[in-house]
């Protein structure tokens, strides 16, 4: 009776030490971005709390700063399974074939983040989502980041002001559209590179957050910014499906859970990180800061807002009419 009591005893325990020594679901999650940036920060939100609502099953390790793949690399990472989640700008799906999500890229497209998140969180949202489906990703959220700046060693008042500039892109046929709208010659060229490219003259200039311009140390090697806000830059969390679907059912509740709450902090903080940044650069005394005025402003709209009607065949006029009706929704008019 005593053996056997013992041999019950001894086989929990050797049961419940599997159990201990079973390694914990890892995540690999790459971004291009630091830490301190709003994608960055809810990257590790989402880390912390992925983590803690899975009892420690889930490890998730993040990889910012392109330390892991650059932009290109990382996508076909994640297809490949090499890593399991990333959060790429929405101008970085046109050379996986989404080209629907570069209607995030037209110049004007979101007059409020009022009107973005309409698009994001509704049946749009979802539905370029579906579209990632074929291609081996299911999207999780959209990440918000903000309206971007733009850019150069020279002043960058009047539309003129873009002549003949080189001006690094994202890989976005629409973003090449706006550029050459402008007068500018675009290049695309990994985030990772930005920063040199500038230093050493390869390009003269380029558009961000100032979230990202200030993190990348980009003013130091940019005499002047034009708060323009010409357009958006967010990003759509992905994961790889086979992954994903194959995740025991509790997990993956959890896992969108933390997603959910990762997210709402994110999308909180991304205009305070951007503000503070575009302050942190002001102070930095390196460079002019440039608000357009309205007459300027009227300007830019009208050299750029041609390039919806001129990319709309790429992205699909239903699909830029449907973004153009929830602005309109808020009583917005392009
Ligand atoms: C860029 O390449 O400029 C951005 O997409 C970087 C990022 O992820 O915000």
């Known amino acids: 009776m005593k053996r056997r009591t013992l041999l019950i005893a001894l086989s929990a325990a050797l049961a419940s030490g599997a159990a201990f020594a079973q390694a914990p679901i890892v995540i ?68 996986l074939g989404v080209k629907e999500f570069e209607v995030f890229d037209l110049p004007y497209i979101f007059p409020t983040k009022d009107v973005l998140y309409r698009v994001t969180e509704g049946q749009i949202g ?18 918000d980041n903000g309206f971007k700046v733009m850019s150069a060693n020279r002043p960058l008042h009047k539309v003129e002001d873009f002549k003949g500039l080189k001006m690094r892109i994202q890989s976005s046929k629409v973003l090449d559209a706006q550029m050459r709208q402008l007068g500018a010659n675009p290049q695309v060229m990994a985030f990772s590179e930005v920063y040199q490219a500038l230093q050493t003259g390869v390009v003269d200039g380029t558009e961000n957050p100032p979230s990202n311009l200030y993190t990348q140390k980009m003013h ?66 390196k460079t002019e800061i440039y608000v357009l005025n309205d007459k300027e402003r009227a300007e830019w709209r009208k050299a750029l807002l041609p390039v919806q009607t001129s990319m709309a065949g790429r992205i699909g006029p239903d699909l830029v009419n449907a973004v153009n009706k929830e602005a309109a929704a808020l009583g917005f008019k392009n």
């Open 220 to 285: 130091e090697v940019q005499k002047h910014v034009t708060v323009s806000n010409h357009g958006y830059l967010g990003y759509a969390v992905i994961v790889n499906k086979k992954f994903w679907e194959g995740l025991p059912a509790d997990i993956r509740t959890a896992l969108d859970g933390a997603m959910k709450e990762a997210t709402r902090y994110g999308n909180a903080i991304a205009q305070q990180e951007n503000d503070a940044a575009l302050e942190a650069v002001k102070k930095s005394g």
């Open 126 to 143: 979802k539905d370029l989502f579906k579209k990632l489906e074929p291609k081996g990703i299911i999207g999780l959220a959209y990440w």
């Open 28 to 95: 690999k999650f790459s971004h291009v971005v630091a830490t301190d940036t709003p994608k960055g920060k809810a990257a590790e939100r989402f880390k912390e709390l992925a983590e803690k609502a899975t009892k420690g099953r889930v490890k998730v390790e993040v990889y910012a700063n392109s330390t892991l793949y650059k932009d290109k690399e990382e996508l076909e990472a994640l297809q490949l399974g090499a890593v399991q989640m990333l959060a790429p700008s929405l101008a970085k799906f046109g050379p």
